[in-house]
């Protein structure tokens, strides 16, 4: 089993949490583009998928790259 250290985990706690906040801010941004008139009038349905890309994001990116450094692959 690797050893890894404890600068390589907080710098892998750290990414984690920047890509959930990510794909919670673009997820947010989704759904002021699809709902409201602040961006554009009538809203969009762009802003619809782009709510379904940030959840996604939110949800699963963290998840995937956990799975990665588990196998090993530490890039």
């Known amino acids: 089993m ?3 250290s404890e600068a390589t985990w907080r ?3 750290i990414l984690v ?3 959930t906040i990510g794909g ?9 583009l699809w ?6 009038d009538g809203g969009s349905a762009l802003g619809f ?6 959840l996604v994001i939110s949800f699963f990116a963290p998840r995937l790259m ?3 450094w588990k196998r090993g692959r530490d890039t």
């Open 2 to 4: 690797n050893e890894v």
């Open 11 to 13: 710098r892998r706690f």
């Open 17 to 19: 949490n920047l890509v």
């Open 24 to 32: 919670t801010i673009l997820a947010l941004f989704g759904i002021l």
């Open 35 to 40: 709902q409201t008139d602040y961006v554009v």
């Open 49 to 54: 998928g782009l709510a379904m890309i940030g």
């Open 66 to 68: 956990a799975k990665r």
